[in-house]
């Protein structure tokens, strides 16, 4: 049963330098045929399920004008949700305003996550993203003024030329702001972006790994759990929408670029605009035989710290996951911990968790 939504809004009104995600710059009337486009396709694909949680991400939802928010709002009205639905919307510092967390307020969201990324002008400058320090207190405090707590903000780290010096800052910098929740994001140099065209280089490896570290020390010393390799989140506060994602859950993924899990099929959608237009949306459907689903189910399950439940792997495929693998030797070496209710991987080897998985199950 599908019972969490995703949808995708790719307009921004800036381009940031690293992005690679499906976005455009925004512009009104492109925005009307796509909320006329996205429309016919959750009347397509929609099947009437209560959903426990619905996210709106981009691109940016709030280069949307407030008619255009409203618009969007009236849209998904027609998905069904329960009571306690968490229903979270993507922010900008650039393009928040009061009249626009009204409406989210008005249409039922309850959790807000910003891209906050850095407090530094110069890492805000060479990320391309048109904010100051000021402009996120302005906004977080907004936030909370018009009564949301549910927050997450974003922070971005090894971007070259940041120091451990500069991280340090942001993370006390975040740690004032009281937020319950706090995604983070090592910067992955893309092709086809502003620096991947620079041939920009990464941050180190071992530079890398010493601010994952830092993160999660300072953080963890602070109330937060490090829950999943890059969330944090207090008490009560961990994303049930990306809990969907990492327990193997279906869920829908409407909008250009986006993908969804539905009725045993993995589909990822066009991110051309024009198909898109023309009601071609969806690029490529992948239906999840047993084994497929069985490495899914192990991937992203691994990621957090509650690990592979073994009833729910028993339940679905009728069998232990050391009947399907080999996994002594991880076991022994202490990269895998089995309990009576899961395996999971211990913190001190989340970072080699990529080459942990591919050890047992060889797909990268
Ligand atoms: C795609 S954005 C969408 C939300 C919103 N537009 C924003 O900028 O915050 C979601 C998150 O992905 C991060 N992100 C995008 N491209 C990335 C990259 N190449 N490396 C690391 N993080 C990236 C963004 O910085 C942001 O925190
Ligand atoms: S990071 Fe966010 S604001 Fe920047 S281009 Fe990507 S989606 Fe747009």
Redesign the pocket.
């Known amino acids: 049963m599908t019972r969490s939504c995703y949808i995708h809004i790719p307009f921004?009104s800036h381009i940031?330098s690293?992005?690679?995600?499906s976005k455009m710059y925004y512009n009104s009337s492109w925005c009307n045929r796509y909320l006329d486009a996205l429309e016919k396709e959750i009347n397509s694909y929609y099947k009437g399920e209560e959903l426990e949680t619905i996210y709106i991400?981009?691109?940016?939802p709030t280069s949307l004008s407030v008619e255009e928010l409203k618009r969007l709002f009236t849209i998904l009205d027609q998905l069904k949700r329960t009571k306690d639905v968490e229903f979270t919307i993507?922010c900008?510092v650039e393009n928040i305003s009061l009249e626009k967390l009204k409406i989210f307020l008005n249409y039922g969201v309850n959790r807000i996550s910003v891209?906050v990324?850095s407090t530094h002008l110069n890492i805000l400058s060479f990320l391309e993203r048109p904010y100051t320090k000021e402009d996120i207190l302005r906004t977080i405090s907004l936030l909370k003024e018009v009564g949301f707590e549910n927050i997450n903000i974003?922070l971005?780290y090894a971007i070259p030329g940041e120091s451990i010096e500069d991280l340090e800052q942001d993370l006390n910098f975040f740690l004032a702001l009281d937020i319950p929740h706090i995604a983070t994001?090592?910067?992955?140099?893309?092709e086809h972006?502003k620096l991947g065209n620079k041939k920009i280089e990464p941050i180190s490896e071992e530079v890398d790994e010493e601010m994952y570290q830092k993160i999660h020390r300072k953080l963890e010393s602070s109330d937060y759990k490090h829950y999943e390799i890059s969330n944090f989140g207090k008490k009560g506060y961990f994303s049930k929408h990306n809990l969907t994602y990492w327990r193997n859950n279906e869920y829908y993924g409407f909008g250009l670029g986006a993908s969804g899990f539905v009725d045993g099929i993995r589909y990822t959608n066009t991110k051309n605009f024009h198909k898109y237009e023309k009601e071609e949306f969806r690029q490529e459907e992948e239906i999840m035989n047993s084994n497929l689903d069985m490495e899914n189910e192990i991937m992203l399950g691994l990621r957090t710290i509650e690990g592979v439940s073994k009833e729910r792997f028993q339940k679905k495929f009728g069998c232990d996951l050391k009947d399907k693998y080999e996994i002594s030797d991880l076991l022994e070496k202490g990269y895998l911990i089995e309990t009576k209710e899961n395996y999971y991987i211990p913190f001190s080897y989340w970072y080699l968790s990529n080459e942990i998985i591919v050890r047992f199950i060889g797909v990268e």
């Open positions: 921004c940031c690293y992005c690679d995600f991400g981009g691109g940016t993507e900008n891209g990324e974003d971005m994001y090592s910067l992955m140099i893309e972006t």
